[in-house]
């Protein structure tokens, strides 16, 4: 079993994301395989795990999968691993609503998972043992073994250590406020990766730090008692409707999936994208920000989320890429568009300052960026009608967070959400494309129907083209 810790902490922006990056990149100078993962489904930390660790961060979401799948995806993606770092997310026992569903906790009770709070004391002294009290004291069995004290007070730390020596849990260290190393957010949480210049410096200055004031052999040390799951799933295990690893199935149907890739599109769960390939599919990137066409002899199209409203006068002067994008959807390409990409597809796009552009026009609507957050939270998703994904009555579990209003009539799936009901997601025979995030493994059917619609594009490709009727969209 791949030894394993969980950081989590006490309430968003309570110092997690940090320490994280900062014990990645120590254990990466340490020379230890180091495999990540996200609790949640946010898309950008996951960014910042990959950047340091050199390899595809993965997210395990309690909504999105049952304790089996994340069991499954979670030994498959750390085997062969030293370690393995989970971040949670919010508060540790932050779920649904005020249940424990999709929270750490219950992340780290189904993983069987080790925990090491992150607490923020900045502002507090004794205050702090409360809250440490408060969290081990919750459940009967918090799973949290060890706390990281943020931005306490130096001379505090020794009693804080004898405190915890008390409950029977580890005090692992007090990592001070490191303002070199801050990195900035914006309406989406932190910013991207891929957009700090300086961010490989800003990490190492991290991982000094956590050097110094982090107590790693008891880190290593925790990590290795971690306990295999009930539901530990051996490697060769697949969701249902996938390939299986090493049958060749990949080779044969080689499809090509054209996947938008940049600053503007990059919003991607990478088991996602794996379960793709899995079923057989070649994911061929290509950039709506930088390329002029399309890649060759693609047999379907996905675009991602991001932040295009950022980026709104670069993909408007792109004229090539919005003409080809739109010229390869009405020939009949199975393009399935999220969020980001389903703001692409519209007519024209109004950025936060008000500056508005010509997107690439396949719907024939316009999506108006707001200052106010419109949609947050998990939600179920049904169809009403027949689609790109799934039939009539097709059930998955999906998420929303995006500030934008689209004035297009949104008419192929019913979204619910705590008793609350609207409809959501455009469509056409070839075309799926809305604001909800998607996790294939809540309903692994969603990608099988997705390659098999593309499998059907690439036999009809190479003896006529498609011409589907545009007014579908327009």
Known sequence: MTPRIMIAGTASASGKTTIVCALLQAFVNRGLKTAAFKCGPDYIDPMFHSQIIGTKSRNLDGYFMDRETINKLMFKNARGMDIAVIEGVMGYYDGLGMEDTASSYALARDTQTPVILVVPC?????????????????????????????????????????????????????????????????????????????????????????????????????????????????FGHMAPGAAQEGTGEADKKSLRIAVAKDRAFCFYYEDNLTLLQELGCELVPFSPLADKTLPKDIDGMILGGGYPELYVRALEQNHEMRRAVRAEIANGIPTYAECGGFLYLHRELAAPDGTKGK???????????????????????????????????????????????????ADTFRVMKGGREWTGFISADNVLAGFPHLHYYANPQFAQSFVEKCAEYQSKRGKSAVCMDTRQLR
């Open 359 to 409: 997107m690439a026009g396949v719907f024939d609507g316009a999506c108006v960026f707001t200052q106010k957050l419109q949609r947050f939270g998990y939600v179920e998703l049904e169809a009403l009608k027949d689609n790109l994904l799934c039939p009539k009555g097709g059930r998955i579990r999906a998420h929303e967070f995006h500030r934008c209003i689209s004035d297009l009539c």
């Open 122 to 234: 900045k502002g507090i002294g004794r205050s702090v043992q409360a809250v440490v009290d408060g969290y081990i004291g919750f459940k009967e069995n918090p799973h949290i073994k060890g706390v990281i004290f943020n931005q306490l007070a130096p001379s505090l730390y020794p009693a804080m250590k004898e405190y915890c020596a008390q409950k029977n849990i580890r005090a692992l260290g007090c990592f001070p406020r490191i303002e070199k190393a801050e990195i900035k957010s914006r309406h989406l949480g932190l910013v991207t990766a891929d957009e700090i210049a300086d961010l490989k410096e800003k990490m190492q200055i991290l991982a000094e730090a956590a050097e110094q004031h982090i107590d790693f052999d008891g880190i290593l040390e925790l990590a290795c008692t971690a306990e295999k799951s009930a539901d530990f799933v051996p």
